[in-house]
């Protein structure tokens, strides 16, 4: 299938699965339900940490490939059979692969229609420390370049780990490799970090498109009411 618009005719960003369908025969010994506006790393991250298993674990027991960005419905229900959970509690977690609507790419994502450059392509985490203080699970907002923020404490998401980075002459990005979604690999406490304040403007925006994508009602901004 050919792709356009930006993307000069290849395909766009991100990997879908290129492993072969697979056989399903293993089943979590510890089940967990999804959680409402969590992304499908977070869930694979949490059914991971309650079955004592690495996240590659799940992924290579379900048939998925560790990298790719794009699930579609046989991945998901190649994970649905290892978690034991009905297809259509995971499908609203993860992103589908982009297709062509009049003559433009799009993703199914939280149930609408967006640009599949919406959706970050890559496999590092950003967090709201007071979130996951709060609460061990990564929301899928968290997954789109149009969301830096946190709207329910107002703070900017953090990227990268400060204790892996301090010697570093880039700074090191957050990624899926642990055991705990509130600990950076090499054990830094996230919910302990400092995250810089997001303005209160650029969070009346971001908190509208929130409540379409999560089927909430809220006021609308001055401006864009």
Same mark, same amino acid.
């Given at each position: 299938?050919?792709?356009?618009?930006? %993307?000069? @005719?290849? +395909?766009?960003?991100?990997?879908?699965?290129?492993?072969?369908?697979?056989?399903?025969?293993?089943?979590?010994?510890?089940?967990?339900?999804?959680?409402?506006?969590?992304?499908?790393?977070? %869930?694979?991250?949490? /059914?991971?940490?309650?079955?004592? *298993?690495?996240?590659?674990?799940?992924?290579?027991?379900?048939? $998925?490939? !560790?990298?790719?960005?794009? =699930?579609?419905?046989?991945?998901?229900?190649?994970?649905?059979? =290892?978690?034991?959970?009905?297809?259509?509690? /995971?499908? +609203?977690?993860? !992103?589908?692969?982009?297709?062509? $609507?009049? @003559?433009?790419? %799009?993703?199914?994502?939280?149930?609408? #229609? /967006?640009?599949?450059? &919406?959706?970050?392509?890559?496999?590092?985490?950003? *967090?709201?420390?007071?979130? $996951?203080?709060?609460? &061990? *699970? %990564?929301?899928?907002?968290?997954?789109?370049?149009?969301?830096?923020?946190?709207?329910?404490?107002? /703070?900017?998401?953090?990227?990268?780990?400060?204790?892996?980075?301090?010697?570093?002459?880039? !700074?090191?990005?957050?990624?899926?490799?642990?055991?705990? #979604? +509130?600990?950076?690999?090499?054990?830094?406490?996230?919910?302990?970090?400092?995250?810089?304040?997001?303005?209160?403007?650029?969070?009346?925006?971001?908190? #509208?498109?929130?409540?379409?994508?999560?089927?909430?009602?809220?006021?609308? !901004?001055?401006? #864009?009411?």
């Amino acid at each position: 299938m050919a792709y356009v618009r930006s %993307y000069g @005719g290849r +395909r766009p960003p991100g990997r879908t699965n290129r492993l072969p369908p697979k056989k399903v025969t293993e089943r979590v010994a510890e089940r967990v339900n999804p959680r409402f506006g969590e992304s499908i790393l977070g %869930y694979i991250a949490r /059914l991971a940490q309650a079955n004592m *298993v690495p996240v590659s674990g799940v992924q290579r027991c379900a048939g $998925l490939d !560790p990298v790719q960005i794009w =699930y579609s419905d046989r991945d998901l229900q190649q994970l649905a059979t =290892y978690a034991q959970q009905p297809h259509e509690s /995971l499908r +609203r977690l993860a !992103p589908e692969p982009p297709v062509k $609507l009049d @003559g433009y790419p %799009y993703t199914r994502f939280m149930g609408h #229609l /967006l640009d599949p450059e &919406a959706v970050y392509h890559d496999q590092n985490r950003r *967090v709201c420390p007071a979130c $996951l203080k709060n609460d &061990a *699970v %990564y929301k899928a907002t968290w997954d789109l370049r149009i969301f830096p923020g946190c709207t329910e404490h107002g /703070l900017r998401l953090i990227h990268h780990c400060p204790d892996c980075s301090a010697e570093k002459e880039k !700074p090191v990005p957050l990624n899926w490799r642990t055991e705990d #979604l +509130r600990f950076c690999r090499c054990g830094c406490d996230l919910r302990e970090l400092q995250a810089e304040e997001y303005p209160a403007h650029h969070q009346a925006a971001q908190r #509208l498109i929130e409540s379409t994508l999560m089927g909430k009602v809220v006021e609308k !901004p001055p401006l #864009l009411a």
